[in-house]
């Protein structure tokens, strides 16, 4: 793994109360720092967002109010998930999102802002492919969830919602999106995989026919490009 100029890379991931991070709140937290010299060592903590949590975010998360009832405040652990994260580089897909949460959690409680640095893998995804094809559970070309299957992942790991999970599966990503930036991957995807429908440049949805895989345009029926890859 290609690690940039720190001493170590804090792979994140927040579950929220919403998706405002000046209205909403942090409900859960895991952090996963992985330093140069190889040492690993991890945080992760429930947080009680002092209001209940939204049936669409239990829906989502599976996380309860009774899950959060007996877990710290924000201003409880603000200090220490400063401290967890201290110099080193966030990782997140879509770390805007996770930066923005804890920056707002940050200022509230008088810890220090995470400074712009960081690597977003969405954002290496849409460098890499930008009209990734859509896998059948993928929901959308960059989402974690569908980098998941474009990598073979998903049988060792789980795109679930709950933060520890989505960052082991973050880890993963970041990897397979290294390597293949690298060449070290030694593969090569049809540029339909990963470029999107010769015709009319959308986005392309694998489906599977008897064992046959099928790249078939998401604007049909305007478009009727099918492939088999
Ligand atoms: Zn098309």
Redesign the pocket.
């Known amino acids: 793994m290609m690690i940039p100029n720190a001493d170590c890379l804090v792979f994140m991931d927040v579950e929220t109360t919403g998706l405002d991070a000046q209205q909403e709140r942090i409900i859960e937290v895991f952090l996963l720092k992985i330093a140069r010299s190889g040492h690993v060592s991890e945080y992760e903590t429930l947080i009680h967002p002092e209001r209940p949590i939204p049936a669409v975010i239990t829906e989502i998360t599976g996380i309860t109010d009774q899950d959060v009832a007996e877990a710290p405040t924000e201003a409880e652990v603000a200090h220490e998930i400063r401290e967890f994260i201290g110099s080193g580089i966030p990782v997140a897909h879509n770390l805007p999102f996770d930066r923005r949460f804890f920056n707002a959690m940050f200022a509230r409680n008088n810890q220090v802002q995470l400074s712009a640095a960081g690597i977003d893998t969405l954002a290496l995804s849409r460098q890499l492919f930008p009209r990734l094809c859509i896998y059948p559970e993928g929901g959308g070309s960059h989402r974690l969830s569908n980098l998941m299957y474009h990598f073979g992942l998903q049988n060792a790991f789980a795109n679930s919602h709950r933060a520890r999970d989505d960052v082991m599966l973050l880890v993963e990503v970041y990897r397979h999106l290294q390597d293949y930036a690298s060449g070290r991957m030694g593969i090569t995807y049809p540029s339909a995989v990963t470029h999107g429908?010769p015709?009319?440049?959308?986005a392309m949805k694998m489906e599977f026919y008897e064992g046959e895989r099928v790249l078939v345009?998401?604007?049909?029926p305007a478009?009727s490009?099918r492939l088999v890859v």
């Open positions: 429908c015709t009319c440049g959308a345009c998401t604007k049909q478009c490009e």
